[in-house]
């Protein structure tokens, strides 16, 4: 009876010890990560975005373009990113987080490179991230649904 009390007692306390550490490394109550981006007229994966943080303030690159009809090189962008490769093109910056949304920054669309404000927020306890892209204010805009990859 000891014995099995004692397995049962260090099962318990590894249990306990590995918890915070898979926690810390599953944390979705902030953006950074990756997500899995969908096309808006077809619905299928479109790429899979990277965000990450730095003094806090967020941004977003093109990790993988899961598209095969997805343009190699941003033709359509009308700034610096013309004529650059969208794999590894930052289309996410200056995002800052207020009152549990994401906002103040831009968005690249490299499908038509147009550039517009962005609000994002967390939904789904952290699973799914609402995109909302726009010009001047945020109801003259569309939202897009991004899943977080595991």
């Not at 099995?4 to 099962?11: D, P």
């Not at 967390?122 to 909302?132: A, S, T």
């Given at each position: ?17 590995i918890t915070p550490q898979i926690c810390a490394a599953n944390d979705f109550s902030s953006?950074t990560g990756i997500w899995r981006t969908f096309d808006d007229e077809t619905n299928q ?51 800052k987080l207020t009152d549990g949304v994401y906002s103040g920054g831009q968005i690249l ?42």
């Open positions: 009876m000891i014995k099995y009390r004692n397995l049962a007692l260090s099962t318990l306390l590894m249990a306990a010890a953006i994966p479109a790429a899979l975005i990277e965000i990450t943080t730095k003094d806090g303030i967020y941004s977003g690159n093109i990790k993988r373009l899961l598209d095969p009809n997805s343009p190699a090189l941003c033709d359509k962008c009308t700034d610096f990113r013309r004529g650059k490769p969208v794999l590894g093109m930052k289309i996410l910056s200056d995002l669309d490299p499908d038509n490179g147009e550039i517009y404000r962005v609000e994002a927020k967390l939904i789904d306890q952290g699973f799914k991230l609402d995109v909302r892209a726009y010009i001047g204010i945020p109801l003259l805009g569309r939202t897009q649904t991004w899943v977080r990859e595991k």
